[in-house]
Each structure stands twice: as C-alpha cells, then as structure tokens.
T-cell receptor
Framework: GAGVSQTPSNKVTEKGKYVELRCDPI?????LYWYRQSLGQGPEFLIY????????DSGLPNDRFFAVRPEGSVSTLKIQRTERGDSAVYLC?????????????FGEGSRLTVL | GENVEQHPSTLSVQEGDSAVIKCTYS??????FPWYKQELGKRPQLIID?????GEKKDQRIAVTLNKTAKHFSLHITETQPEDSAVYFC????????????FGQGTRLTINP
C-alpha cells in the first residue's frame, strides 16, 4: 500500500505567481489535513477535510490560500499571488476516520520557494 | 487557542544514555498528546501517543508521561542509539471535530557514538 503522495516535491516560483500543490492520500482515508512547516519550526495547521468538504479552514493565513477536495480523495492546495513569506514545506496528512485518536500519516511534503 | 511549548530546542547525548524532551500546553481541554519523529528531509512519523486518561505509556525504549494538573508531558528515550538522531515534535489536540494537532517547535536530538 502506497503512502500519502505529494507533488511536486519542489516548486520554485516568482513572487506574484499562482501555484498548486497536490496531495493523494492513502486509499480509504476520509480525513485529510494540510500543514505548513517553516524552517526550524513544527508543522502549522492550515485546513482539514472530512470527505469532500472543508470542515475546518481556520488555519489558512489569508484569502490567497484555498484548498479543494472535489471527490473526497485527492486534494489541491492553491496559493494566489505568492509572496516570499509563503516559502515553506507544505505537508499533507491523511487519517482513517475509524480511529477516534487519529494517527496522521504524512506525505514527504512539497517544498515551495518564492523568489 | 492552544499553544504548545517544547524544550530543549537541541539535545546531544552519548549513545546508550537517556534523553528527555519536555512540552507544556495551554488549553486544559486538550486530551490527546502524540509525539512525531522527523528524520532529515523525511516525513514526520508517529512514534508514541498518550491520552489524558493515563499518566504514562511505554513502548520498548520510549515512554511518555503526562501531568494534566501542570499541563505538561514528556518523552523519554532510554539506551539511545544512533538511529534515534532526528527532530522530535510534541503535539496536543482535542478529541472532537477536526482534532487538529498543535505542534511544538521541535527538538533536534543528536546521539554521539
């Protein structure tokens, strides 16, 4: 069984550009999370999906950030008008809903560099 | 909201010695406390967790203790080995709804041979 897959693994873009980061969770995992990890820091919560809907998007820093999960599986994190401060590793994690105490299974992350 | 503080930020121990990492949390409603290990350039992976209804949990060389009154919890690694070298993150969450984890800042553990 494959783990959580994230693409691209590395993305370099210029300030002001639009980027999309993709997450393919473990098959059958209904819960999906996006976290952002800056250098030397712990992961910071961005958004949580249960199925297709964003159940909690309280961690999105501003309206330039948006995420979708249209079919309840693959998710895409979208960042508009990128800024240098958006540079970080974006981690996706999934979890089976059956677990009351959810273990998060993380992907390897997408490293975003905004020049 | 929840805030998790972790220390030390770096820790170096001799192989075979013990290592202890400590975390404090602010929200008394938090009831789930996992620890994740992240090797360089790799994904974070769960190594042990504890729920608020117990005070201690052990798994081979790893143990975690929880003091709900003081709102702090600790990771203990005994008989350390070179493969224990990594960054360790503590986290806290509430078992309800999103169960979003709030992570500490991380501890870089180095095991010296």
């Amino acid at each position: 069984g494959a783990g959580v897959s994230q693409t691209p693994s590395n993305k370099v873009t210029e300030k002001g550009k639009y980027v999309e980061l993709r997450c393919d969770p473990i098959s059958g995992h209904t819960a999906l999370y996006w976290y952002r990890q800056s250098l030397g820091q712990g992961p910071e919560f961005l958004i949580y999906f249960q199925g297709t809907g964003a159940a909690d998007d309280s961690g999105l820093p501003n309206d330039r950030f948006f995420a979708v999960r249209p079919e309840g599986s693959v998710s895409t994190l979208k960042i508009q008008r990128t800024e240098r401060g958006d540079s970080a590793v974006y981690l996706c994690a999934s979890s089976p809903r059956r677990d009351r105490y959810r273990e998060l299974f993380f992907g390897e992350g997408s490293r975003l560099t905004v020049l | 909201g929840e805030n998790v503080e972790q220390h030390p930020s770096t820790l170096s121990v001799q192989e075979g010695d013990s290592a202890v990492i400590k975390c404090t949390y602010s929200d008394s409603a938090s009831n789930y406390f996992p620890w994740y290990k992240q090797e360089l350039g790799k994904r974070p992976q769960l190594i042990i967790d504890i729920r608020s209804n117990v005070g201690e949990k052990k798994d081979q060389r790893i143990a975690v203790t929880l003091n709900k009154t003081a709102k702090h919890f600790s990771l203990h690694i005994t008989e350390t080995q070179p493969e224990d070298s990594a960054v360790y993150f503590c986290a806290a969450s509430i078992i309800q709804g999103a169960q979003k984890l709030v992570f500490g800042q991380g501890t870089r553990l180095t095991i010296n041979p």
